[in-house]
């Protein structure tokens, strides 16, 4: 089965720096890779997504980069702020193999002031 | 306003008591799994569905029980709780969506077996 592994588990940036968090997969099938924040009490929540067929997707602040070579994907966040602060979840699908999601480990990122 | 909810949001009980955690979802989605949730293992799929009267083991189903007798529930059932399964759980909805497989999870329940 799909195998993910994310690092780091630990994060801390201060406002305005940058961050990246890092995650690779085992199955060479997977081709749909999302990154979820979970908030403290809550569920997690997409943010982003990426298929296998395109190397790097933005959104506002927020982008992820893809290489299928190495299946290795990375999650940036620009100019962070206090409210980037959550967990972060990568996680990979094979789209042809139903909805099952394996997720990383998770990476607590804290903004510092 | 679309949503996944679970009930009961915090629970504490003994283990052997047997209990169930309830999630419905108002997305009509088809598919529906339980995840929990432990330090430094992120997110471990429990069981899920893929429609009615269609479930099937994730990757730690050992102790639980599911059903799906209606789209829009999943009950999570814990036959005879024990210690171990002391963690956070979340269940979570998903369809795909012009290549798109969100999954809406609900808010958690946090379980204390003791």
């Known amino acids: 089965g799909e195998n993910v592994e994310q690092h780091p588990s630990t994060l801390s940036v201060q406002e305005g720096d940058s961050a990246v968090i890092k995650c690779t997969y085992s199955?060479?099938?997977?081709?749909?890779f999302p990154w979820y924040k979970q908030e403290l009490g809550k569920g997690p929540q997409l943010i982003i997504d990426?298929?296998?067929?395109?190397g790097e997707k933005k959104d506002q602040r927020i982008a992820v980069t893809l290489n299928k070579t190495a299946k290795h994907f990375s999650l940036h966040i620009t100019e962070t702020q206090p409210e980037d602060s959550a967990v972060y979840f990568c996680?990979?699908?094979?789209?042809?193999?139903?909805?099952?999601?394996?997720f990383g480990t998770g990476t607590q990122l804290k903004v510092e002031l | 306003e679309a949503q996944v909810t679970q009930n009961p949001r915090y629970l504490i009980t003994v283990t052997g008591k047997k209990l169930t955690v309830t999630c419905s979802q108002n997305?009509?989605?088809?598919?529906m799994s339980w995840y929990r949730q432990d330090p430094g293992l992120g997110l471990r799929q429990i069981y899920y569905?893929?429609?009615?009267?269609?479930?099937d083991k994730g990757d730690v189903p050992e102790g639980y029980k599911v059903s799906r007798k209606e789209k829009r529930n999943f009950p999570l059932i814990l036959e005879s709780p024990s210690p171990n399964q002391t963690s956070l759980y979340f269940c979570?909805?998903?369809?795909?969506?012009?290549?798109?497989?969100?999954?809406?999870f609900g808010p958690g329940t946090r379980l204390t077996v003791t």
């Open positions: 569905s893929m429609n009615v009267e269609v479930t």
């Open positions: 997305m009509n989605h088809e598919y």
């Open positions: 979570a909805s998903s369809q795909e969506t012009s290549g798109r497989y969100e999954q809406y």
């Open positions: 990426i298929r296998s067929n395109v």
């Open positions: 996680a990979a699908l094979f789209t042809g193999g139903g909805n099952k999601l394996t």
């Open positions: 199955d060479s099938a997977s081709n749909y």
